[in-house]
T-cell receptor, first 114, second 116 residues
Framework: SQTIHQWPATLVQPVGSPLSLECTVEGTSNPNLYWYRQAAGRGLQLLFYSVGIGQISSEVPQNLSASRPQDRQFILSSKKLLLSDSGFYLC?????????????FGDGTRLSIL | AQSVTQLDSHVSVSEGTPVLLRCNYSSSYSPSLFWYVQHPNKGLQLLLKYTSAATLVKGINGFEAEFKKSETSFHLTKPSAHMSDAAEYFCVVSGDGSGNTGKLIFGQGTTLQVKP
């Protein structure tokens, strides 16, 4: 069966520090991958998605970037964190090549910027 | 363009009573629709999905939803609420038609409170 791993679960970082969040998927190949941010009490905002290795689409202009160095690995990064980057970050995957498949989510990373 | 509206931001029920969470959608093509549940500090879990087969969809934990094209609705129901059902619920519509990005459009969520 397929599983998705996301780490760390919680992270506290000072303003201006770098960031790297990692997400890996097991049990499937060529998935679509997604990064979301969820502000407190709010819905989900799609940040990036990827349909293949090295293919990244950004949904909103921001201080963050994403990379997909391997088929089932998706990394969210920042060179210098801002206070506004605080939030709950979720990684998800869906079956590649299909438009109407559900997405499956990791357990999320709670990021607090001090 | 696709969109989804959850009509209630907060719903409160007593344990053992029925649950109704309302969702309306807008889509320029035949959509796929989903309901997800999110417990505090957790990721989203898929409850059920509609993908143009039977209009009454049964999901996990006793939940079900009915796709009504004439009303553009996809309401989530459960006959009897349990304390463990207290969570945030998201109604979701597929977002990119015949494309392969798999993008989804999320509603703003409904918080379900279950009182003992």
């Amino acid at each position: 069966s397929q599983t998705i791993h996301q780490w760390p679960a919680t992270l506290v970082q000072p303003v201006g520090s770098p960031l790297s969040l990692e997400c890996t998927v097991e049990g499937t190949s060529n998935p679509n991958l997604y990064w979301y941010r969820q502000a407190a009490g709010r819905g989900l905002q799609l940040l990036f998605y990827s349909v293949g290795i090295g293919q990244i689409s950004s949904e909103v202009p921001q201080n963050l970037s994403a990379s997909r160095p391997q088929d089932r690995q998706f990394i969210l990064s920042s060179k210098k964190l801002l206070l506004s980057d605080s939030g709950f970050y979720l990684c998800a995957w869906s079956g590649g090549g299909y438009s109407n498949q559900p997405q499956h989510f990791g357990d999320g990373t709670r990021l607090s910027i001090l | 363009a696709q969109s989804v509206t959850q009509l209630d931001s907060h719903v409160s029920v007593s344990e053992g009573t029925p649950v109704l969470l309302r969702c309306n959608y807008s889509s320029s093509y035949s959509p796929s629709l989903f309901w997800y549940v999110q417990h505090p500090n957790k990721g989203l879990q898929l409850l059920l999905k509609y993908t143009s087969a039977a209009t009454l969809v049964k999901g996990i934990n006793g939940f079900e939803a009915e796709f009504k094209k004439s009303e553009t609705s996809f309401h989530l129901t459960k006959p009897s609420a349990h304390m463990s059902d207290a969570a945030e619920y998201f109604c979701v519509v597929s977002g990119d038609g015949s494309g392969n990005t798999g993008k989804l459009i999320f509603g703003q969520g409904t918080t379900l409170q279950v009182k003992p």
